[in-house]
């Protein structure tokens, strides 16, 4: 079992940039892609990006793509989800999630239960 646990969140201006840290321990962290996911109140979970085990791919939500990036160190067993241009609509509060399989990865993976380990959350809040 993997522990995730997100830093960065907290509150800026339209158009602003936050950069969230989803910090692993437990299993093997390096061998395992990673998702974010979002969760606005009132709202499903939204699905926001993932990486594979290795960092060379990644893959978006439309709602996000050219805005974020998620990165990960495998050094420091973090993952990165850098937010760029961010609107009122990115208010949420902001999951990492490990993949349940080693060594896979899918860029169809988009839902909560295609990802097995959840971190707590950290709240963004995007203000006008």
């Known amino acids: 079992q993997v522990q995730l646990v997100e830093s960065g969140g907290g509150l800026v201006q339209t158009g602003g940039s936050l950069r969230l840290s989803c910090a692993a321990s437990?299993?093997?962290?390096?061998?395992?892609?990673m998702g974010w996911f979002r969760q606005a109140p009132g709202k499903e979970r939204e699905f926001v990006g993932s990486?594979?085990?290795?960092?060379?791919?990644?893959y978006y939500a439309d709602s996000v793509k050219d805005r974020f990036t998620i990165s990960r160190d495998v050094a420091k067993n973090t993952v990165y989800l850098q937010m760029n241009s961010l609107k009122s609509e990115d208010t949420a509060v902001y999951y990492c999630?490990?993949?349940?399989?080693?060594?896979?990865?899918?860029?169809?993976?988009?839902?909560?239960?295609?990802?097995?380990?959840w971190g707590q959350g950290t709240q963004v809040t995007v203000s006008s």
């Open positions: 999630a490990a993949a349940t399989t080693p060594w896979v990865w899918r860029s169809s993976w988009n839902t909560p239960a295609d990802f097995g380990s």
């Open positions: 990486i594979n085990w290795s960092g060379g791919s990644t």
């Open positions: 437990g299993r093997t962290f390096s061998s395992y892609a």
